[in-house]
């Protein structure tokens, strides 16, 4: 049952894409299609290159792009820098999301989210300090994080839970037209795990916005309703189906997945 | 001397600044040659209708400078040369400052400042002329009436002899070393701060206001004395590259804090890249007295300065926060010296420094606990960034520990940008020169934070157009 919201409609389009680092080819050839309010998950062993392809995806400069393309509707991303990317809708949630000390997750989000929103209409005014706090403390107490946390260093000093947490807020205050999701529930415990789940379907159906997820273990599924499920194996998705693939994986494992 | 500062000048980067810039709109009354001698101290002392003590302690330390050898550890000093220098300018005049040439955080702070209405509308609006002694005149007689003596330190030995005599010198005599020698032969300008008994004062006192014919000048001589119970925090300089045609700036700063008092002095200084910054600042704190230092280094050619405080009192806290800040040609080679006298005394040393296009930081630190100082802690915290492969950070830390029963603690880092980091901004829509700024902010806030908000705001702002500016 995944309504898509009437108001956002918009494309994700992977193509053909192939990604190495140093020299070594990680991703191969793999193709998606995304739309707005679709929760897409991707599952695969470790060392499968999943990370890789949302952090490529992002424009991490670390790994080469050999071939292939990313669009968002019409915009080609391929080659773009990682905020410009950002700035056309697109927002990676990290596996290890990174401290900046004593840069403040307040202002940081509010440079950011007025960069995004110059980047689409040059004429806005910046926004309005207190509105915005007042905005970014309700979405932080909806993820259970105390409202403080608006004037503490980014991620600094926060537990694996909260810097979770803290990736999906950010999703949430930048509202993206896709979002790419990297192992958010790896180290969470079940409540944790619940909040974000939560957070994410709400973002799928309500905000319409694309998400794509990227897990490991099939737990976060019981929580989740994807529109679809793909595995990835040595860089390529290997399956794609509905959650009935995951229920399989979950009983077999990966194996028959995995050629050898 | 004049500083001049026009907003389109200080959208310039300072390592970038001309010399040939800078103007002057007054002719001096009485300018030395240039040089050194006795004639020109002589001079000195006359055109300041001096008292005969003061006229023989500056010929005295004279020949102390002469004697002297330069320091051979620090920056490089060898292309200073001091016969080319001019040592006295007596300006003509009241000094008057186009409302807008007044430094943006000066400015913010005339809101607190509670003038008198009729004065605000005089001072601000285009156009209007700025005069700091009015400024100057409404803040001391408020002053005034609380006991508090806020001056140039030529009137002081005018007005109040027998303080200024009691303690001029005491912490900081000329034959300290080379340049404090120097200065107590020449001196002219600073600040004298007198706060009686228990009296605490609210706002931070500015030397800008203070300023009214002499103007920064390269020799001041700044005195503070706090009485037992009292507070006060003095703020010199701003975040606006200062230019100068006098390329040797040699300060000397003195401070007691007596019993229970507490005294912070803020300094902001910007030099154009011409200038030799060379200072001596110490402070002596008593009983449970507490002093800070809050040292922003952001400009000079070579700036040679290590705040210190002697901990005299049992349980006196001395705190030292310093940012320094090096580009193209720059130096800065900045620390901290404190002294644990007795026990129970207590230090804190931070100091953080950003070095880019092949600029260098140096952190120079002295932690000494004499036996007897039973019960003291000491932390020293160095942290440097640096922003590309070209640039340079060094530390000389030095600890003198003479009582076992101490404890004391150093911890030092230097790192650079990180790409994680920049990555991770850059996902969330920052431009590569905003991630940077965001990081380099970030790295230098809890310093910032300890600044009056309005230089907190300016400098954030400095830093951000010096990395927008850091790969020229």
């Given at each position: 049952m995944n309504k898509k919201n009437r108001k956002r409609n918009h494309t994700l389009?992977?193509?053909?894409?192939?990604?190495?680092?140093?020299?070594?080819?990680i991703v191969k050839d793999v193709s998606l299609t995304v739309k707005s309010g679709e929760?897409?998950?991707?599952?695969?062993?470790?060392?499968?290159?999943?990370?890789?392809?949302?952090?490529?995806?992002?424009?991490?400069p670390k790994y080469h792009i050999q071939s292939g393309s990313i669009k968002i509707d019409s915009t080609v991303l391929t080659n773009l820098s990682s905020d410009i990317r950002a700035k056309n809708g697109l927002f990676l949630g990290f596996q290890y999301p990174v401290e900046i000390p004593g840069a403040t997750l307040g202002s940081v989000l509010r440079m950011a989210k007025n960069a995004i929103e110059k980047s689409v209409h040059p004429q806005a005014p910046a926004l309005a300090p207190a509105e915005f706090s007042r905005e970014l403390k309700r979405i932080l107490s909806s993820l259970g994080m105390k409202e403080d946390l608006y004037s503490h260093a980014m991620n600094e000093g926060f537990s694996g839970g909260e810097k979770k947490k803290s990736e999906i807020v950010q999703m949430l205050a930048l509202q993206p037209k896709f979002a790419l999701l990297d192992e958010i529930d790896s180290g969470l415990d079940i409540d944790a795990l619940g909040t974000i789940a939560k957070a994410i379907?709400?973002?799928?159906?309500?905000?319409?916005?694309?998400?794509?997820?990227?897990?490991?273990?099939?737990r976060i599924l019981k929580y989740l309703e994807p529109d679809r499920v793909h595995v990835l194996a040595n860089g390529k998705i290997v399956a794609s189906g509905t959650r009935v693939l995951a229920e399989d994986i979950e009983v077999h494992g990966y194996g028959g997945y995995v050629s050898v | 001397m004049k500083k001049k500062t026009s907003s389109k000048e200080r959208t310039h980067n300072a390592s970038n600044a001309h010399v040939s810039d800078f103007k002057t709109k007054t002719k001096s009354a009485y300018e030395a040659k240039n040089g050194l001698n006795q004639e020109v101290i002589h001079q000195i002392s006359e055109q300041k209708n001096e008292p005969q003590w003061m006229r023989d302690m500056r010929f005295r330390s004279y020949q102390i400078f002469i004697e002297k050898p330069l320091p051979r550890w620090g920056g490089d000093l060898?292309?200073?040369?001091?016969?080319s220098l001019s040592?006295?300018?007596?300006?003509?005049?009241?000094?008057?400052?186009?409302?807008?040439?007044?430094?943006?955080?000066?400015?913010?702070?005339?809101?607190?400042?509670?003038?008198?209405?009729?004065?605000?509308?005089?001072?601000?609006?285009?156009?209007?002329?700025?005069?700091?002694?009015?400024?100057?005149?409404?803040?001391?007689?408020?002053?005034?009436?609380?006991?508090?003596?806020?001056?140039?330190?030529?009137?002081?030995?005018?007005?109040?002899?027998?303080?200024?005599?009691?303690?001029?010198?005491?912490?900081?005599?000329?034959?300290?070393?080379?340049?404090?020698?120097?200065?107590?032969?020449?001196?002219?300008?600073?600040?004298?701060?007198?706060?009686?008994?228990?009296?605490?004062?609210?706002?931070?006192?500015?030397a800008?206001?203070?300023?009214?014919?002499?103007?920064?000048?390269?020799?001041?001589?700044?005195?503070?004395?706090?009485?037992?119970?009292?507070?006060?925090?003095?703020?010199?300089?701003?975040?606006?590259?200062?230019?100068?045609?006098?390329?040797?700036?040699?300060?000397?700063?003195?401070?007691?804090?007596?019993?229970?008092?507490?005294?912070?002095?803020?300094?902001?200084?910007?030099?154009?890249?011409?200038?030799?910054?060379?200072?001596t600042k110490r402070a002596v704190a008593y009983k449970n007295a507490e002093m800070m230092w809050l040292d922003c280094n952001l400009g000079s050619k070579l700036t040679m300065k290590y705040p210190a405080i002697y901990l005299r009192g049992e349980g006196a806290r001395g705190e030292i926060q310093s940012l320094a800040l090096s580009g193209n040609g720059q130096h800065q080679d900045a620390g901290a010296k404190?002294?644990?006298?007795?026990?129970?005394?207590?230090?804190?040393?931070?100091?953080?420094?950003?070095?880019?296009?092949?600029?260098?930081?140096?952190?120079?630190?002295?932690?000494?606990?004499?036996?007897?100082?039973?019960?003291?802690?000491?932390?020293?915290?160095?942290?440097?960034?640096?922003?590309?492969?070209?640039?340079?950070?060094?530390?000389?830390?030095?600890?003198?520990?003479?009582?076992?029963?101490?404890?004391?603690?150093?911890?030092?880092?230097?790192?650079?940008?990180?790409?994680?980091?920049?990555?991770?901004?850059?996902?969330?829509?920052?431009?590569?020169?905003?991630a940077a700024s965001a990081i380099v902010n970030g790295f230098a806030s809890p310093i910032v934070k300890k600044l009056p908000m309005e230089y907190g705001l300016e400098l954030n702002r400095l830093l951000a157009m010096q990395i927008s500016e850091r790969k020229k």
């Open positions: 389009l992977i193509k053909n894409f192939s990604v190495s680092t140093n020299g070594t080819s929760l897409h998950v991707i599952m695969g062993p470790n060392g499968s290159g999943k990370s890789t392809l949302l952090n490529a995806l992002m424009g991490n379907q709400e973002a799928v159906q309500v905000h319409g916005i694309g998400v794509v997820l990227v897990t490991h273990y099939t | 060898s292309a200073l040369d001091f016969d040592y006295y300018v007596r300006p003509q005049g009241q000094r008057e400052t186009a409302w807008e040439d007044v430094p943006k955080e000066i400015k913010e702070t005339f809101e607190k400042l509670g003038v008198p209405e009729a004065e605000r509308k005089f001072l601000a609006g285009t156009g209007a002329q700025f005069d700091s002694e009015v400024i100057y005149h409404s803040l001391a007689e408020s002053l005034e009436k609380k006991g508090v003596i806020f001056m140039a330190t030529d009137e002081a030995l005018q007005k109040h002899p027998v303080l200024f005599k009691k303690y001029f010198g005491t912490i900081i005599p000329p034959e300290d070393n080379k340049f404090a020698a120097l200065n107590t032969a020449v001196w002219s300008g600073g600040t004298f701060l007198y706060i009686p008994k228990g009296v605490h004062v609210d706002l931070p006192l500015q800008y206001f203070r300023i009214n014919r002499e103007n920064m000048g390269q020799f001041e001589r700044t005195l503070i004395i706090a009485e037992e119970g009292s507070s006060v925090h003095y703020v010199e300089g701003c975040t606006a590259p200062t230019y100068t045609t006098n390329s040797l700036h040699s300060a000397v700063v003195e401070i007691i804090v007596k019993e229970g008092a507490r005294v912070q002095y803020t300094t902001v200084q910007n030099w154009s890249n011409n200038v030799y910054n060379l200072v404190v002294i644990h006298c007795a026990p129970n005394t207590h230090s804190t040393i931070m100091a953080r420094s950003i070095s880019k296009n092949g600029g260098r930081s140096s952190y120079r630190g002295l932690v000494r606990v004499l036996r007897g100082a039973v019960g003291s802690t000491s932390r020293v915290v160095c942290h440097a960034l640096l922003l590309d492969g070209k640039s340079i950070s060094d530390t000389y830390p030095l600890t003198d520990v003479r009582e076992q029963k101490s404890s004391i603690a150093h911890e030092a880092s230097v790192t650079k940008i990180s790409d994680d980091q920049l990555f991770y901004l850059s996902s969330r829509g920052l431009s590569e020169d905003e």
